[in-house]
């Protein structure tokens, strides 16, 4: 959910909802407005005068978060409030995320007659589909490479903030810590409009279990993660982990800035040792603190994202949570954007052209202490969707390009393959009545009377948690007993997560010009670059790097 993206073309987005609501919208009567449960950032020891500011714009003070610095304010002029010298910014407590979605795989169109249900028979101490996963053979993520010295540890605990996971699958339910998992958000059949949002409730409140994922998108991310060796479909980088789910995301894939940061928050309190965000917080594409082209409302929303995100990063690396991010998928050089154009996508309709600079960033990718991940192909080509730029990229990992010729992968194959939700592959119709794939792009596995449904995707989500489970294998060989089971620095992580990469320079030419006709100019040394950071994660090195 770390990636850019949209229903079109080459990319499978995931929109999340945001804004400050309709009354936000230029033009809006202040006075006509409703009254609201908003997020009201407040500075350091500025928590009474906050109040004060609340109760004196007519708004009551329903709760309040001390740990990040926020007050929830149920109010109908949250402008009135943000005007106060102690408040840095207001945002509404509503959904306003959006998964770093994924570029659309085969399967979004649907082809009879191309079922696959054979294995490609992995080597010794792998697992069946273990011959598909050229992503693992990239990294070194192999029975003769790190599985062979460093698997993780059931000590390690890996959240994953996503759409959920499916802790029921085969593939997912050994490794899934179900006693410490949480969802952190309700679902929301319709939208303000009466539009289908999320769909029918299928649990008492909305909320679902916190081992369920109705979109897909978070157990494919945990199973690249931690997927166990256990004779059954694929494994993952680091597959004797724990995978803790930290729901952040609906079922429709929308995400909440304050369920974000209660994931993070209770990361930390709980000793998760490191998360992964394949997301981005919306409505804004692009976090301006004091843009002209924006509405004083839009402003203070945007400073209340970049506030309430910069705080519970902050806090969770202090309690020591490695935080890793995927960078996005629009092809975009993230230090040259000069407009914005998709922002604010909530309500639909209201996006509006913009200018923007590199002081406006996306979150939270570009944030300081994240480590933001861009995605290759199975050529090792930096996949054309990626994001990238010299400051923004940390280090690259294979996350699938469909369009990434001269290998011996061809289409849906030159994608990811993970662990899917079998609800999901039915209510998209990917696979029939009997359980059987109706399209290349899913895999149905079984052994000893047991099935598992995987299926190819790609994006810088997919790629993301590559670096994660190496994350965990590094956590796992040198992190010390602690809250959770193990403890580690996540900047002494880091550092060794760089450490262990393999350096990757830019192309030659510099400037690479894909099939579609754009052109991306790769920029920096071998040792970091805007295309491959650092270099490509090594699971194989990081099994063996020195302290």
């Given at each position: 959910?770390?990636?850019?993206?949209?229903?079109?073309?080459?990319?499978?987005?995931?929109?999340?909802?945001?804004?400050?609501?309709?009354?936000?919208?230029?033009?809006?009567?202040?006075?006509?407005?409703?009254?609201?449960?908003?997020?009201?950032?407040?500075?350091?020891?500025?928590?009474?005068?906050?109040?004060?500011?609340?109760?004196?714009?007519?708004?009551?003070?329903?709760?309040?978060?001390?740990?990040?610095?926020?007050?929830?304010?149920?109010?109908?002029?949250?402008?009135?409030?943000?005007?106060?010298?102690?408040?840095?910014?207001?945002?509404?407590?509503?959904p306003i995320g959006k998964t770093a979605g994924a570029p659309a795989t085969s399967g979004a169109s649907v082809s009879a007659g191309t079922r696959r249900t054979e294995h490609v028979r992995s080597a010794p101490g792998g697992d069946p589909l273990s011959g598909r996963q050229w992503d693992m053979k990239m990294i070194g993520a192999t029975p003769t490479g790190s599985y062979a010295k460093a698997r993780g540890s059931r000590k390690v605990l890996v959240g994953v903030i996503d759409t959920g996971v499916d802790g029921t699958h085969p593939d997912i339910a050994p490794n899934f810590n179900r006693a410490l998992s949480r969802n952190f958000v309700v679902d929301q059949p319709t939208d303000e409009n009466g539009k289908t949002l999320d769909g029918p409730c299928e649990h008492t409140g909305c909320k679902d279990p916190a081992d369920v994922d109705d979109d897909g998108h978070g157990t494919h991310v945990a199973s690249t993660i931690g997927s166990p060796i256990n004779g059954l479909g694929v494994s993952g980088v680091a597959p004797d982990v724990s995978l803790v789910n930290l729901r952040a995301g609906t079922d429709s894939g929308f995400f909440f800035l304050k369920p974000t940061m209660d994931a993070l928050e209770y990361a930390?309190?709980?000793?998760?040792?490191?998360?992964?965000?394949?997301?981005?917080?919306?409505?804004?594409?692009?976090?301006c603190e004091n843009n002209p082209s924006d509405t004083n409302r839009e402003r203070l929303e945007q400073r209340a994202i970049l506030e309430g995100m910069r705080r519970a990063v902050k806090y969770a690396r202090a309690h020591g949570v490695t935080l890793v991010s995927a960078i996005g998928n629009e092809g975009l050089?993230?230090?040259?954007?000069?407009?914005?154009?998709?922002?604010?996508?909530?309500?639909?309709?209201?996006?509006?052209?913009?200018?923007?600079?590199?002081?406006?960033?996306?979150?939270?990718?570009?944030?300081?202490?994240?480590?933001?991940?861009?995605?290759?192909?199975?050529?090792?080509?930096?996949?054309?969707?990626?994001?990238?730029?010299?400051?923004?990229?940390?280090?690259?990992?294979?996350?699938?390009?469909?369009?990434?010729?001269?290998?011996?992968?061809?289409?849906?194959?030159?994608?990811?393959?993970?662990?899917?939700?079998?609800?999901?592959?039915?209510?998209?119709?990917?696979?029939?009545?009997?359980?059987?794939?109706?399209?290349?792009?899913?895999?149905r596995d079984c052994h000893d009377g047991k099935c598992a449904y995987y299926q190819y995707m790609e994006g810088t989500s997919m790629a993301a948690p590559h670096v994660t489970g190496v994350a965990a294998l590094i956590i796992g060989r040198f992190g010390k007993p602690g809250k959770g089971g193990l403890q580690m620095d996540p900047a002494q992580v880091e550092r060794l997560l760089y450490a262990a990469a393999t350096p990757k320079g830019c192309p030659a030419p510099r400037t690479y010009r894909y099939g579609t006709g754009e052109s991306q100019l790769c920029e920096g040394p071998t040792a970091k670059n805007g295309f491959f950071g650092h270099g490509l994660v090594d699971a194989a090195r990081a099994a063996t790097v020195a302290p």
């Open positions: 959910m770390y990636a850019r993206g949209r229903l079109a073309g080459a990319i499978m987005s995931i929109t999340m909802l945001g804004g400050l609501g309709v009354a936000a919208l230029p033009g809006a009567a202040a006075a006509a407005e409703p009254a609201q449960n908003y997020l009201v950032f407040y500075k350091d020891g500025g928590s009474a005068a906050a109040q004060r500011a609340a109760e004196a714009a007519g708004g009551t003070v329903q709760g309040r978060d001390d740990k990040l610095g926020y007050l929830v304010v149920r109010a109908s002029d949250p402008e009135k409030i943000g005007a106060d010298p102690s408040v840095v910014g207001v945002t509404l407590d509503r930390a309190d709980v000793g998760v040792d490191v998360v992964n965000m394949s997301f981005y917080v919306d409505p804004w594409t692009f976090n050089d993230l230090g040259k954007v000069k407009s914005d154009t998709s922002s604010p996508d909530f309500p639909k309709g209201a996006e509006k052209k913009r200018v923007v600079d590199n002081t406006c960033i996306n979150v939270p990718a570009e944030l300081d202490g994240v480590i933001s991940v861009s995605s290759v192909g199975p050529g090792g080509r930096k996949a054309s969707y990626s994001d990238y730029g010299v400051e923004q990229t940390d280090i690259a990992a294979p996350g699938g390009d469909m369009f990434d010729g001269g290998t011996d992968f061809k289409g849906a194959s030159r994608e990811i393959l993970a662990a899917a939700p079998e609800n999901v592959l039915r209510a998209k119709g990917l696979i029939d009545a009997a359980g059987k794939p109706k399209t290349s792009s899913v895999i």
